[in-house]
Structures are given as structure tokens and as C-alpha cells.
């Protein structure tokens, strides 16, 4: 049984940094790629960062550039998001995903099989 459990959401003030972890069992970590998406009330689930099966390849999309690092810890089956520079716009639901796909396909939801619960990121004006 696949599980992909989120932490590290929170409440944080404009500016400042979190650093979420996603924890995953039931798969063979290493030949997945993981991804990060987050949805807001009322809108779509969007593409946050993705990072490939080595680990040496990262994307993120434009809102978070410059702002967020995605890694990944093979020993530990887990995948992080570093978010600094936190703005109130960054607030939503983060969920971890992971998915036996093409990395250029890395944006899309429908590309990953496997989902976490989410974890909630609230930043304060």
C-alpha cells in the first residue's frame, strides 16, 4: 500500500519560510518522480515543483522561481519543498504526489498515481 505523507505546513507571516517534507512508503522510491502541488479555496490544483529519479532535476513553476527548492532523500524515502520569501498568494493546500512518468509531463496532475492527504500552508499579510 502506496502512502505519501505530507508535514511542515503552518501558519507563517509574509516573508518567511517553511520547509515541507513528504515521507513515502509502499514504493520504490527511486524510481518515481515526486512532485509538489498545492490548491487554494476555489481554484484548480496547480503545479508548485517536480524533481526527476536522480534527483539532479528540478522544476518549479514561475510563481515559485527563485523562491522554493525541491530535493529529495533516497535514504529516507522523502521529498522536501524549501519556500522562502513566503507571500500571502502562496497560501493553500500542499500536496505531495508521485508518479512512473515522463518528467516532461511533470506538470500535469494526471501524470502521478499517487497522492498525499495534504498539508496545509497559510501566510499572513
Known amino acids: 500500500q502506496v502512502q505519501l505523507v505530507e508535514s511542515g505546513g503552518g501558519l507563517v507571516q509574509a516573508g518567511g519560510s517553511l520547509r515541507l517534507s513528504c515521507a513515502a512508503s509502499g514504493l520504490t522510491f527511486s524510481t518515481y518522480v515526486m512532485g509538489w502541488f498545492r490548491q487554494a479555496p476555489g481554484k484548480e490544483r496547480e503545479f508548485v515543483a517536480a524533481i526527476n529519479r536522480h534527483g539532479d532535476s528540478p522544476d518549479y513553476a514561475d510563481s515559485v522561481k527563485g523562491r522554493s527548492t525541491i530535493s529529495r532523500d533516497s535514504a529516507k524515502r522523502t521529498v522536501y519543498l524549501q519556500m522562502n520569501s513566503l507571500k500571502p498568494e502562496d497560501t493553500g493546500v500542499y500536496f505531495c504526489?508521485?508518479?512512473?512518468?515522463?518528467?516532461?509531463?511533470?506538470?500535469?496532475?494526471?501524470?502521478?498515481?499517487?497522492w498525499g492527504l495534504g498539508t496545509q500552508v497559510t501566510v499572513s499579510s
Open positions: 504526489a508521485a508518479g512512473g512518468l515522463n518528467f516532461g509531463c511533470a506538470i500535469a496532475p494526471a501524470s502521478y498515481s499517487y
